[in-house]
């Protein structure tokens, strides 16, 4: 699975597919400024893994081809138990690198300068202080929240646009280590 979804074009279409719920290789190619071929190719490495199949229902025709995810809230990968398998401390590594990558490139985005100005950006950060079972409790809720927003909006009327919500929730972190005075 990490195979399939390690290149960004990949994980991008994701997105769109969880956010639409099942989309042909047009409005895919549409919506990344990609060609078709391109799209389709990917669409098909997705399925080759698993991570996406078609929805033969939702076509017009056999020849109209109509994909979704398998999961529908998104992929939950365990990394304790990747990290078990063959080859696991590797993948694991090249995942987290790969997903520190896009949440630095997620936040520069966030905070650049908009040149139309229509773009909503919201930018929240909050400490909370809970205990375990109320951070669980909060984490349920807000889940419950964005799967309502999701199935409000999963249609594909023009002036929707696919949005991001990265979210975070753990311990507040260790800070880095302050620079060393003595060294300038």
């Known amino acids: 699975m990490l195979r399939a979804i390690a290149h960004p074009v990949r994980n991008r279409i994701l997105g769109e597919l969880h956010a639409a719920g099942a989309l042909r290789a047009a409005d895919i190619a549409r919506e990344l400024g990609i060609p078709a071929n391109q799209a389709s190719f990917h669409l098909r490495q997705l399925a080759k893994y698993g991570v996406i199949e078609e929805a033969v229902a939702e076509g017009r025709d056999r020849r109209d081809r109509v994909w979704r995810p398998v999961a529908e809230r998104g992929l939950r990968i365990d990394l304790r138990d990747l990290a078990e398998v063959p080859g696991g401390p590797a993948a694991v590594g090249v995942w987290r690198r790969q997903a520190a990558d896009w949440a630095h490139q997620v936040v520069d985005a966030a905070y650049s300068d908009r040149v139309d100005g229509r773009d909503q950006v919201s930018i929240t950060e909050s400490a909370l202080r809970l205990t375990d079972e109320e ?25 929707r646009r696919t949005f991001l919500l990265l979210q975070l929730l753990q311990p507040y972190p260790e800070p880095p280590p302050a620079p060393d005075d003595a060294t300038g």
Do not use: C, N, P
């Open 135 to 159: 951070a669980r409790e909060f984490a349920t809720e807000l889940t419950e929240v964005l799967d309502r927003w999701s199935q409000r909006t999963r249609d594909q009327e023009g002036t």
